[in-house]
């Protein structure tokens, strides 16, 4: 992470700010292209290495990703021996909202479902999405345009059949939702008739975002989880990391290899079907990054499905989310939604300037973020560097509060030991989503028979920079086609035992490459020698 040498005291940038004076918006200077080339961190030198095997061998990767991609697997035969054997006819592997989507989905078409959650249901990126879910619900608004803006946010680099799917599917996912039980912000029933309440997002043409609050994912998980525990023909698996997928001789997914982390023993799980929603991957903080993602984000599906042989894409495309925290430092990275500048917060730098269009895109803010600190520009406080989110301003226009509307930005300024009334908060890109993922098609079948993907494991609908809401509503529209897809094809996928002969494949493929085989993934949880294996302990830390 680089930042500048030297920056605005604080005092003095707060000063500006408390002026009374109107932040005037600077010119850029650069075209979009310029000012992402030079300062969004996938454009960094140490942002990408190149791939030697498996079956993105020769395209650009991060570095520190390419590293567990090319690794060694975490179990050989020896650790299946005497292993519980259980059997399903659809495994899902993940706890967040993906994942019970998926699970779900595939209940209601008669399959039983087995759903394995690393740490436990609910413990995701899910519940920390704060934003919004995108639809194009309104009257002026429609799945086209849902469907172009989204396109051009990922500079056209996403499948435009994925992000079709995901536009039309979007008002069908609502209305599930709403079956379900979850919360929506309304219109004020006496004036408006108590409609659903819309919000602008950065790169939409229209308001179009859907949220409770500002815990809009809290909300949506709450739901989903009542509804797993509650379905008979969902089995749950809580504290079962999987460790490794099983293959059939012809080189399909036969199931998964789990580890239970209360009985410490292996788990094996024949499965005429695999759903991965495992998440992404920003607990690998690249290049030094804070990151916003929840504890269990460290790329295990990515890992696991290229091992078996999948293809994958776009991974050394991420998004930094503009509006990390950056002070104080045992908060670093923790999330302000763009709920706040939706609401009309401005990015203030030290010289009291705005600086960018706070609704441009995502990676764009990021960058002129990333510009305003290098060029500095930026504010420091105790040895943090960031710019400033004026919320005054929004406490200006809401005479019942910053917490009646955001409530979860409230909360977190409390933390930070911040009233967001009267003082604005410094805030820093943190890592915040895997753009990249498993190359699906349209129902979130990949390249391997019998595996499928749902949720920020999976890659193409997003392109190279996601819009505010479309995670959301990604893995509960994804989510959804991958369960019933997995259901359908209960009859033409035979319950067979599989094994992990593609694992030894994959050893003598990291021979020949000259590649170490003491490396191993996936990690599991963050930091080095976090492989809670018994019999692997020692050799793996």
């Known amino acids: 992470m680089t930042q500048a040498t030297t920056a605005i005291p604080h005092a003095e940038a707060l000063a500006r700010l408390a002026s009374g004076a109107t932040p005037t918006l600077r010119k850029s200077g650069l075209s979009r292209e310029l000012l992402l080339e030079r300062y969004h961190p996938d454009h960094a030198p ?36 005497g292993a ?71 500079h056209y680099r996403a499948d435009p059949l994925l992000v079709a799917q995901l536009a039309s599917d979007a008002p069908d996912a609502i209305r599930w939702l709403i079956e379900l039980g979850m919360h929506f912000d309304v219109t004020d029933a006496a004036t408006d008739g108590g409609t659903l309440r819309y919000k602008q997002a950065g790169g939409c043409t229209q308001p179009r975002i859907l949220s409770y609050r500002d815990y809009t994912g809290l909300e949506m998980m709450r739901v989903l989880r009542e509804t797993v525990e509650l379905d008979p023909a969902i089995r749950l698996l809580n504290r079962c990391p999987a460790v490794e997928l099983l293959s059939h001789d012809d080189g399909s997914c036969a199931g998964a290899v789990l580890f239970d982390l209360e ?17 992404g991957c920003g607990r690998l903080h690249l290049q030094g990054f804070p990151t916003s993602n929840h504890y269990g984000a460290t790329a295990d599906g990515l890992v696991l499905a290229y091992r078996l042989g999948a293809k994958l894409r776009d991974l050394d495309s991420f998004q930094y989310h503009p509006t990390g925290i950056a002070f104080p430092s045992r908060l670093a990275g923790g999330l302000i939604s763009e709920a706040a500048r939706s609401c009309g917060a401005w990015l203030i730098n030290g010289l009291g300037e705005r600086f960018i269009d706070e609704l441009a ?3 764009v803010v990021t960058a002129a973020i990333l510009r305003e600190c290098a060029d500095g520009r930026g504010i420091e406080r105790d040895g943090r560097i960031g710019v400033f989110l004026d919320t005054p301003r929004l406490a200006r226009q809401w005479p019942e ?12 300024a409390a933390k930070c030991g911040i009233d967001p009334a009267t003082e604005p908060m410094l805030v820093y890109p943190t890592l915040h989503y895997q753009n990249g993922g498993v190359v699906i098609d349209g129902e979130g079948r990949s390249t391997v028979p019998g595996l499928l993907c749902a949720g920020e494991v999976s890659g193409g609908i997003h392109g190279r920079n996601r819009l505010m809401g479309n995670a959301l509503l990604d893995i509960i529209a994804f989510g959804r086609r991958a369960g019933q897809r997995a259901a359908e094809d209960i009859g033409k996928r035979p319950l067979r035992r599989g094994d992990i002969e593609h694992v030894y494949s994959w050893q003598r493929t990291l021979v ?17 020698g976090h492989y809670p294996l018994h019999r692997n302990e020692r050799s793996l830390a």
Do not use: W
């Not at 190149?50 to 991060?62: D, F, K, P, S, V």
């Not at 519940?127 to 009257?139: P, T």
């Not at 009985?263 to 929603?277: E, M």
């Open 46 to 81: 140490a942002a990408a290495a190149t791939l030697q095997i498996g079956a993105n061998a020769g395209e650009r990767c991060h570095p520190t990703l390419a590293e567990l991609l090319q690794a060694n697997a975490l179990i050989d035969g020896f650790d299946l021996a």
């Open 84 to 154: 519980e054997q259980l059997s399903t006819d659809v495994l899902v592997i993940g706890g967040g909202g993906a994942g019970a989507a998926a699970a779900l989905t595939a209940a209601s078409h008669g399959a039983d479902v087995i759903m394995a959650c690393k740490l436990r249901l609910g413990d995701s990126n899910t519940v920390m999405a704060e934003g919004g879910i995108q639809a194009a619900l309104g009257r002026d608004d429609s799945p086209q345009r849902h469907f172009e803006d989204t396109l051009r946010g990922g």
């Open 263 to 279: 009985y410490q023993r292996f788990v094996v799980v024949s499965a005429r079907s695999v759903i991965l929603a495992t998440g």
């Open 361 to 363: 895109p995502r990676d």
């Open 401 to 412: 509060g910053i917490e009646h509307h955001l409530p979860a930005l409230a909360h977190l």
């Open 512 to 528: 020949q490459s000259g590649l170490p085989r003491q490396a191993r993934a996936p990690r599991l949880y963050p930091g080095p």
